[in-house]
């Protein structure tokens, strides 16, 4: 293991690595040789938050489930030397029970056994609701959570992708129950993409919530392999989600792009550096989650954290970006 810091992850007991690996990548771009060679350096490098979903491996066409198999295998025995988190509610297909998805309560224990399942664990650091349901009653939602971790199947309970107002219910209906609420929030967040600073952020800092950033590169764009008036490499992840990306390469963002790389070049840094560092300096803020297809990643995202921005870089950061900060709860 290295120095590599640990933050504890909201009004948990759980520490959790600065940088996170995503596991998106697992049985989509990457194959069982791949995904081990990542995860022993991810390993190495002193990450110790690993976090997947039911449905990774299928959202970019493998098939569902995948990433929790690959993740699995990879980490072996090491299991117990890390925090291991997944995802329940999206769209894993139908069987013979009707739709597997949702946040039912019958549904919430048949996915959790097949992650598990999956996984080849006997329980979860941390479970996600991974979108809304708004078919389903939070609170009964949270009374199926409450139970699994009374029944140490699932240590703690966190959601992802809910409004500010969603999880402030949340809270609210978990504590007159008497029941767990949830400890983070996993969210887009990024120097192009800070919607969670309206609301979502103050919430969460008022309920003592952790922010576990995903897309903390925009899906590419604040690499530093892109610039203004050229098109996406070839086999990039902006090439290849065609619509994902179109919303990240606009005119506005590769403009802010540029000024955001000559700010980091003129302090001796990357703009992957930069990105990484800014989200690291933000209260509230866990861990980083970012995906890896390959070792050299995985030291990339390790190296970049190591800026630790002032306050002053903070602000001047924030008139690049034409955005003032959102002031802490």
């Known amino acids: 293991m290295t120095g590599m810091e640990t933050r504890t992850l909201g009004t948990s007991d759980l520490q959790v690595s600065l940088v996170g690996l995503g596991c998106n990548n697992f049985g989509a771009k990457l194959d069982q040789a791949g995904t081990d060679a990542v995860v022993q350096r991810a390993l190495e490098a002193g990450i110790t938050f690993f976090d997947t979903a039911d ?62 399942k999956r996984l080849g664990t006997d329980r979860l650091d941390l479970y996600q609701l ?23 199947l699932v240590r703690y309970v966190g959601c992802s992708n809910l409004p500010a107002s969603e999880v402030r219910h949340a809270d609210a209906a978990a504590r007159a129950a008497g029941g767990v609420t949830f400890v983070s929030c996993q969210d887009e967040y990024s120097l192009l993409v800070r919607e969670v600073e309206d609301d979502l952020l103050p919430t969460m800092r008022e309920l003592g919530l952790g922010l576990l950033p995903y897309f903390p590169l925009a899906s590419g764009l604040l690499s530093g392999k892109y610039r203004a008036g050229e098109a996406a490499p070839a086999g990039s992840r902006l090439a290849s989600w065609k619509g994902l990306g179109n919303r990240y390469m606009t005119d506005e963002n590769l403009a802010r792009v540029e000024v955001l790389r000559a700010y980091a070049e003129e302090r001796g840094h990357t703009l992957l550096e930069l990105a990484f560092s800014w989200l690291a300096a933000q209260d509230g803020v866990s861990s980083v989650i970012a995906g890896a297809t390959s070792p050299e990643q995985i030291d990339q995202n390790v190296a970049a954290v190591r800026w630790t921005l002032t306050p002053e870089e903070v602000d001047a950061v924030d008139q690049l970006t034409s955005r003032t900060q959102a002031t802490p709860s």
């Open 55 to 116: 449905v990774y491996g299928g959202t970019q066409g493998g098939p569902k489930g995948t990433s929790e198999i690959m993740l699995g295998r990879a980490l072996g025995r090491d299991r117990d030397r890390v925090i291991l988190a997944s995802k329940f509610g999206a769209d894993m297909g139908t069987d013979d029970h009707g739709p597997l998805k949702g946040a039912r309560p019958e549904y919430i224990r048949r996915a959790l056994e097949a992650s598990l």
């Open 130 to 152: 991974h979108i809304p349901d708004p078919s389903t009653p939070i609170e009964d939602t949270l009374g199926t959570l409450n139970d699994l971790v009374k029944e140490g």
